[in-house]
């Protein structure tokens, strides 16, 4: 019977991947991937070889069919984003919610996650966090759901570029300046970088450097921090 992985791959240190991802990647007829540029990569470090199907997020709607189609005929499939988790700020949903309309049983193989890698990290007290990913580009739509979010008793995790950190930085030092914040920099890889502070002090930092490279996730709380 046809079956799809959602398979979960590194975020940036290519060890931080399960036996059972390899073995998967290794077995099934076909990969389908965010970016096959990518995903090469990593099957080339493992010494996996099989036939990559492009589902990215421009084009997974009219993808998404097409790889359900060949689930149909019997074939397996294992997709997998660029890093990380499928379906966290990355694609994968429209392609498993139409499997699972089909029929097709869709299996998770957990893993690397900038999310679950920041909160294993924070201290931050509470049980609850919300998950964000990326926030609108756009200044007014972005302190919205900043105070949406900040108006809310639990933490939450936020993902952002390198061209857009500052500009949220400041957002949130206006919004909250004396909120927690842990700000993760390409995190697991060769130049990963931890920092914890106030919104404030965060922002007064980070508005000083130049340049500016690699992706961020934060986590944010308005509860105790290291400083209480």
Not at 154 to 181: C, G, Q, T
Not at 195 to 206: K, N, Q, R, T, V
Request: net charge neutral.
């Amino acid at each position: 019977m046809s079956e799809l992985y959602m398979v979960a791959t590194p975020i940036g240190n290519l060890e931080d991947i399960t036996y059972r991802a390899v073995r998967i990647l290794g077995e099934v007829d076909y990969i389908a991937c965010e970016d096959t540029r990518e995903t090469l990569k990593l099957l080339n470090h493992y010494g996996i070889k099989k036939p990559l199907l492009s589902c990215r997020a421009a084009n997974e709607k009219q993808s998404a069919p097409g790889l359900v189609k060949m689930l149909r005929e019997g074939k397996t499939m294992a997709y997998v984003s660029d890093a990380g988790t499928p379906g966290m700020s990355d694609p994968g949903k429209i392609l498993v919610r139409e499997a699972r309309d089909a029929g097709i049983p869709v299996i998770p193989l957990p893993g690397a996650s900038a999310f679950s890698a920041l909160v294993s990290i924070c201290g931050f007290p509470g049980k609850a966090v919300t998950f964000e990913g990326f926030l609108s580009p756009k200044k007014g739509k972005r302190k919205k759901r900043l105070q949406e979010l900040l108006e809310r008793e639990e933490a939450f995790v936020l993902y952002e570029s390198p061209f857009r950190i500052v500009k949220l930085l400041e957002d949130l030092a206006e919004l909250s300046p004396e909120a927690n914040v842990l700000l993760g920099r390409e995190i697991t890889k060769k130049f990963e970088e931890i920092c914890e502070d106030s919104a404030a002090g965060l922002f007064a930092e980070w508005e000083k450097r130049s340049t500016i490279k690699g992706e961020f996730a934060i986590l944010v709380s308005r509860g105790a921090g290291k400083n209480d």
